[in-house]
């Protein structure tokens, strides 16, 4: 009996042990995904990417954007953006790599999970605000940053090629967490050596759990007004505001219902060592 229970703790410890010695550091992790990206840049010094916004907010005209190579501090590769549309929220493995110190800081590992298909290290950041800066750019005038405050947040790295899968952000609002807002990084495809995501989708939820039922009966009220306003006009007035509103009226009123809100960034080119214009 002795033996029996003898080998059983010593089995218990080598596992222990082992899960110990093969737990990832997040600093490692992180640095491996930059390293990553790094690597892949070899045949690329710029970059045009043009991209649609669907959802809450949705783009007239393709955007486009346009990156060069820069070599960071720590010697890591990185694309830079020079110009970019204000209206399309966005975060790249530069903001990683420009606030690595900042996110190894308060991170810590959380373990594996699977996000569609593919295995990923769990990074759990106590203080995501950098990055949420970057990636709600264009959010300006909804409730997510008029009210909201990103407290910490969850990074969803590919165990196998090092590529974002998914940003996860806890929201609190007027300081009671209230929501949370996911970016998911689908439809990888190689460009030119550089795995980049042809799809982001952004998912909000929890927004109107901020407002009071009378606020949500004036807020549909309004919205209802906006609608007569569009039905009672004629000519090119109505066409005017058809054209400029009548589509942000249904995703508001989407909103009002579901509760929170979505959107699609789509890239549909993605062209590498193009001329920048001045």
Not at 52 to 61: A, K, N, P, V
Not at 144 to 172: C, H, K, P, W
């Amino acid at each position: 009996m002795k033996k029996l229970f003898l080998s059983f703790m010593l089995t218990a410890l080598i596992s222990t042990l082992s899960v110990a010695l093969f737990a990832q550091s997040p600093a490692d992790i992180l640095e491996r995904m930059i390293s990553e990206h790094s690597n892949s840049l070899s045949n690329v010094e710029t970059m045009m990417v043009i991209t649609t916004m669907e959802g809450l907010i949705e783009t007239d005209e393709p955007d486009t954007t346009y990156y060069r190579k820069v070599t960071m501090d720590n010697g890591m590769l990185s694309m830079q953006p020079v110009t970019s549309a204000s209206d399309v929220p966005s975060t790249n493995v530069h903001d990683f790599n420009t606030n690595f110190d900042a996110l190894v800081e308060n991170a810590s590992y959380e373990g594996t999970e699977t996000i569609d298909g593919y295995s990923t290290h769990v990074l759990l950041i106590e203080d995501i605000s950098s990055l949420y800066r970057g990636a709600t750019s264009g959010l300006e005038d909804t409730p997510v940053t008029q009210e909201g405050e990103a407290m910490r947040g969850r990074l969803y790295i590919d165990s196998n090629n090092y590529v974002l899968r998914r940003m996860s952000f806890e929201m609190q609002f007027s300081e009671e967490y209230t929501g949370s807002y996911d970016i998911n990084f689908k439809d990888y495809r190689d460009v030119n050596g550089m795995p980049y995501s042809f799809l982001a989708e952004m998912v909000i939820d929890g927004i109107s759990e901020q407002f009071s039922a009378e606020d949500l009966a004036q807020a549909r009220q309004g919205l209802q007004e906006a609608r007569e306003q569009i039905d009672n006009a004629s000519g090119m007035q109505r066409r005017i505001l058809e054209r400029t509103l009548r589509g942000t009226i249904d995703r508001l009123e989407t909103m009002l219902e579901e509760g929170g809100m979505s959107m699609r960034l789509i890239t549909h080119t993605v062209e590498t060592n193009v001329t920048i214009p001045d």
